[in-house]
């Protein structure tokens, strides 16, 4: 059994391994000393900040993440709130059609969001909301996912908890905010977190309807530096796709128990 389990446990660290790899060796050449980037397949002997000291000094870094943090706040938030209501009057209510909406929610979650690039682009320039962050957030607002995962944790709910609640005259959006809400804290804390971490790495979106420089998110800003002066500067680009992941890298790390187990249970309880 211990054999097992350490043969196991060396096959997750190998990929794990293999899965940062990347990443690893971008923050190694970000590090690295100019004249080592392209001295060996292993740069790594010597360490400064130079590319970082480059990067910041060239490019408004600090309007580019207050950029990626209102959409990604707005995106996330507004996700966390359609799904909670929804899957909220899915549970609570009955209504004409009622699976056949449900069932139209999950069809959204098989409809990649690329696939509708071109009609929300346009609808978005016909509003005149192009280089505007409703323009950015209104359009990536939906919560097929976040309505599914959210409903069969109410489902599961103890009923003597909201027959209680009813008993004290908790009903309609008291029972939803003073009692699952507060109940269903970590599940909703990891449903914000995942969409903020999608919208934080989104790219092409946010490079399409936000394309002046003064609204541009970290990943185009990055982009756009890889495409102009940066294109020829290894260790700054290196630098400044670091800059741009660590935050959502952090968080992952941060709350990376809450996350997967609220992907553990969407799983389970599907």
């Not at 999950?106 to 962050?133: E, I, K, R």
Request: glycine share 8%; charged share 10%.
């Amino acid at each position: 059994m211990k054999r097992r389990s350490a043969w196991l446990w060396a096959f997750l660290g190998v990929a794990a391994l293999l899965n940062l790899a990347p990443f690893l060796y971008q923050v190694g050449l970000s590090l690295a000393p100019p004249e080592r980037i392209f001295a060996s397949p292993w740069p790594f002997a010597g360490f400064t900040l130079e590319h970082y000291r480059y990067v910041l000094g060239k490019l408004p870094f600090g309007l580019y993440v207050w950029n990626t943090l209102v959409f990604a706040l707005g995106v996330s938030l507004g996700h966390l709130l359609l799904s909670l209501l929804a899957a909220y009057a899915f549970v609570r209510y009955r209504f004409p059609l009622q699976e056949a909406l449900f069932a139209l929610f999950l069809v959204s979650l098989m409809v990649p969001f690329v696939v509708t690039y071109l009609p929300s682009y346009l609808l978005v320039a016909q509003l005149g909301l192009l280089n505007t962050f409703p323009g950015l957030i209104l359009p990536m607002l939906t919560a097929g996912y976040g309505v599914f995962l959210l409903r069969q944790h109410f489902r599961h709910f103890p009923r003597e908890v909201l027959e209680a609640a009813l008993v004290d005259g908790a009903d309609g959006l008291a029972l939803l905010f003073r009692v699952l809400a507060p109940a269903s804290l970590p599940t909703l804390v990891a449903l914000f977190l995942i969409a903020l971490i999608g919208a934080w790495n989104q790219f092409v979106w946010p490079g399409l309807v936000a394309n002046r420089p003064e609204m541009y998110v970290l990943t185009v800003a990055v982009q756009r530096f890889a495409g102009g002066e940066g294109g020829s500067a290894w260790g700054p680009l290196m630098a400044a796709s670091v800059l741009a992941t660590l935050p959502a890298f952090l968080l992952f790390l941060l709350f990376r128990r809450t996350v997967l187990e609220t992907f553990m249970e969407g799983g389970v309880r599907a």
